[in-house]
């Protein structure tokens, strides 16, 4: 995704829970997915409305359950991948591939110098794609100060080249005009729906020119989100995350599902 100047609309209309769950269900009501969600045990949530009100209100126990969650985690690839380390190699070179992609036959501009990797963990994307593509500098971001402290020992001698920053997408704002990748890979359902607007919006406002946002998540195919309550998080469907990005300003250049090329 590439930045899209929305700033007049925005200004016009402040983003508020009520407003963006109006835009939200008026847009999604008519695709297939709809706008009802379940949970991680098939239970019926309710809508995006829903969604909003009962569970993403209160910010402080939403980004809290998700920060012990991960403070538990051990800090290992397979830890990362959830016990699934064995993934990490073809999901690596398939992200590879798609910005290698990006650069030669969608955004000629997109410039392979300045990265940053969000909800990084220790790193994992940093090692095995942004540095051996020779970028000059990634900034990592990462919430858990348990993982991100182990980051520079994963890394390795190259961490010279890194920076680390601990906090939460909800509060990251980099500078304008900073990167040329933001890579956005299986944290984007801890946002909640008015975070991650403004996320996204502050992601596109710190691209350089001709730099792209990619995020790269699982989605639902039969239900709007689905709801884990155990990590306060949640996977939306295709159309629910790309109508928060364009509410953000931002423009798809190009989607692919993995496994596609």
């Not at 994307?125 to 020992?153: H, Y």
């Not at 890194?162 to 359902?189: E, H, M, N, R």
Request: glycine letters at 8%; one cysteine or more.
């Amino acid at each position: 995704m590439s930045s899209e100047n929305h700033a007049e609309e925005n200004e016009s209309e402040p983003l508020t829970m009520s407003s963006l769950i109006q835009r939200l269900e008026t847009t999604l009501s008519s695709t297939p997915c709809g706008i009802e969600g379940i949970d991680s045990e098939d239970d019926q949530v309710g809508t995006i409305g829903t969604l909003n009100r009962d569970y993403m209100t209160n910010r402080r126990d939403w980004y809290g359950a998700a920060l012990d969650y991960w403070d538990d985690t051990d800090a290992t690839v397979d830890g990362m991948l959830g016990g699934f380390a064995q993934l990490s190699p073809s999901d690596l070179a398939a992200s590879r591939r798609f910005l290698q992609h990006l650069q030669d036959a969608v955004q000629p501009d997109l410039r392979f110098e300045v990265a940053c990797e969000c909800g990084a963990g220790i790193g994992r994307v940093t090692k095995g794609m942004f540095l051996p593509l020779n970028f000059a500098r990634c900034d990592i971001v990462e919430v858990s100060a348990e993982l991100i402290s182990q980051s520079p020992d994963y890394i390795g001698d190259l961490a010279s080249r890194c920076k680390f920053y601990c906090t939460g997408l909800q509060d990251f704002a980099p500078k304008p005009s900073t990167y040329d990748v933001i890579w956005v890979q299986w944290c984007i359902g801890y946002l909640t729906d008015v975070d991650c607007v403004r996320f996204l919006e502050r992601m596109g406002a710190s691209l350089r020119e001709g730099g792209v946002v990619v995020i790269k998540d699982n989605s639902c195919e039969s239900d709007a989100f689905v709801l884990d309550r155990d990590d306060s998080s949640v996977t939306r469907s295709l159309d629910y995350l790309l109508a928060l990005a364009d509410m953000a300003g931002l423009r798809v250049v190009c989607q692919k599902m993995q496994g596609e090329d």
